[in-house]
């Protein structure tokens, strides 16, 4: 392969990259766990926003470069604070 081929294919990847985090910027809110991990850091930081979320971490923006981070197994029951 050329590199020229190879440089395109890259971009490619990396513009279906971004413009699939811009369609899809976070998870269905009709997952109940979120909802009630959303409304939970809702309560303690009003402000918060979800910034990110990958398969191990969510990150919560609670005021301009401040973030809180939880770990992806907060979403289930047993550690949900009810």
Same mark, same amino acid.
């Given at each position: 392969? *050329?590199? /020229?081929?190879?440089?395109?294919?890259? @971009? %490619?990847? #990396? %513009? /279906? %990259?971004? %413009?699939? #985090?811009? #369609? #899809?910027?976070?998870?269905?809110?009709? @997952?109940?766990?979120?909802? @009630?991990?959303?409304?939970?850091?809702?309560?303690?930081?009003p402000? *918060? !926003?979800l /910034?990110?979320?990958?398969?191990?971490?969510?990150?919560?923006e609670?005021? !301009?470069? $401040?973030y809180?981070?939880? !770990?992806?197994?907060?979403?289930?029951?047993?550690?949900?604070? $009810?």
């Amino acid at each position: 392969m *050329s590199i /020229a081929f190879r440089k395109k294919e890259s @971009i %490619l990847f #990396f %513009l /279906a %990259l971004i %413009l699939g #985090f811009a #369609f #899809f910027p976070e998870p269905n809110n009709t @997952i109940e766990n979120f909802t @009630i991990l959303t409304k939970e850091v809702s309560k303690k930081y009003p402000k *918060s !926003k979800l /910034a990110y979320f990958n398969d191990q971490y969510i990150f919560y923006e609670i005021s !301009k470069h $401040k973030y809180l981070v939880r !770990k992806i197994d907060d979403l289930f029951e047993s550690n949900i604070n $009810k």
